[in-house]
């Protein structure tokens, strides 16, 4: 069993920067793919990023490469998200989550989430 907990969101303007946080307790953090997904309202959850156990391969979606860095400690057994120039579509809900075994970007691989954490960019 793993226990998620996401924290960082909040209110932004479009252009500024926030970093969400996601730490892990139970079973050991470090053997697992993490990944960022998001869900805005009325849309279905997104995958947004994801990173390998050791920390050396990274995934994106398009439309947040360049802007969004995943990244992890497992000493401190915690994946970050840092996202920049942030824009007014990236308002949703992020989600942490710990992958088991399928497709890096398909929500149905993973395997345990976190609560979410809210991520409002105005205009």
């Known amino acids: 069993q793993v226990q998620l907990v996401e924290s960082g969101g909040g209110l932004v303007q479009a252009g500024d920067s926030l970093r969400l946080s996601c730490t892990a307790s139970?079973?050991?953090?470090?053997?697992?793919?993490m990944g960022w997904f998001r869900q805005a309202p009325g849309k279905e959850r997104e995958f947004a990023a994801a990173?390998?156990?050791?920390?050396?391969?990274?995934y994106y979606t398009d439309s947040v490469k360049g802007r969004f860095t995943i990244s992890r400690d497992n000493v401190k057994n915690t994946v970050y998200l840092q996202m920049n120039s942030l824009k007014p579509e990236d308002t949703a809900v992020y989600y942490c989550?710990?992958?088991?075994?399928?497709?890096?970007?398909?929500?149905?691989?993973?395997?345990?989430w976190g609560q979410g954490t809210q991520v409002t960019v105005s205009s």
């Open positions: 989550a710990a992958k088991g075994s399928g497709s890096t970007s398909d929500s149905r691989g993973y395997d345990y």
């Open positions: 139970g079973r050991t953090f470090s053997t697992n793919t």
């Open positions: 990173i390998s156990s050791s920390g050396r391969t990274t």
